[in-house]
């Protein structure tokens, strides 16, 4: 009798603790479940943007004559001609990932404000002469390959360049005239370079790209430059020909919106 007596004695006294349990255990928070990771960021894709920058060029000058005849080349050194200028333009381009590696494909126009002069003697004394170069606009059509670091793309790039090249010699007669020779067209050449793009979003990107840009020679006559015995030859077409080489390299950045 003793025993059941502290049997129910014992029952009693654990009675609140199951019924506080319950309840406090329904009154603590609940842990939230944690955040999903971010996605990772992917570069296929289709994007266009635009971008700009400088360009600068320090071109070598030669000019070929037929020896034995006066001529506007013998006896002088033509200088290297050097060249600044800016750029602003458009682009559009794809890509595909897989992995790390990137392939890519883009073209782009830009409007090119490049241009420079250099005076130096002539053959005859007291006389200068003028060479000069100036390129209007650029394109480009390039494929890109690049490796794929989280939100930065490393890449390499390289492809055709076209653009609107003008290069000019002027010959001093006279204190009060001079005699103007000039080649001017849209040439075609290659173009190589690397660059960095940065996402900032999963839809715009920021780049920084250096290019050099090739559009090779110009041939230009200057048989006919009036210097004194080029007058009293009487030169023909093609005794003197001046070859200006149109190089030139660019650094632009841009930002790119891609879907």
């Known amino acids: 009798m003793r025993s059941v007596r502290r049997r129910l004695l014992l029952s009693a006294a654990a009675l609140p603790a199951l019924v506080a349990g319950p309840v406090m255990a329904a009154d603590m928070p609940v842990k939230a479940p ?8 992917s570069w296929t894709g289709f994007y266009v943007g635009l971008n700009g920058g400088g360009a600068w060029a320090n071109n070598s000058t030669n000019c070929a004559f037929t020896p034995g005849i006066g001529t506007p080349c013998e006896g002088i050194g033509f200088p290297s001609l050097k060249s600044s200028g800016g750029l602003f333009g458009a682009e559009a381009g794809a890509n595909w990932q897989y992995q790390n590696l990137v392939v890519g494909a883009a ?11 250099s005076y130096f003697p002539s053959v005859d004394a007291g006389k200068s002469n003028q060479i000069g170069s100036r390129y209007d606009w650029l394109g480009t059509a390039r494929g890109r390959l690049g490796y794929a670091a989280g939100q930065s793309l490393f890449y390499g790039t390289g492809g055709v360049a076209f653009g609107r090249v003008h290069d000019t010699y002027f010959n001093e007669i006279n204190t009060s005239s001079s005699g103007y020779f000039s080649t001017v067209g849209t040439r075609t050449g290659w173009t190589a370079g690397a660059g960095w793009e940065y996402a900032l979003a999963q839809n715009w990107t920021v780049k920084l790209e250096y290019l050099h840009v090739d559009l090779g020679n110009s041939k230009l006559d200057i048989s006919a430059a ?24 660019i650094v632009r950045a841009g930002v790119n919106f891609k879907w």
């Open 34 to 41: 944690p955040a999903p990771a971010p996605a990772a960021f």
């Open 107 to 117: 073209v782009d126009w830009s409007a090119l404000d490049l241009h420079g002069s």
């Open 226 to 249: 009036a210097t004194t015995a080029n007058i009293q030859a009487g030169n023909p077409p093609g005794s003197a020909i001046l070859r200006f080489n149109n190089a030139f390299d």
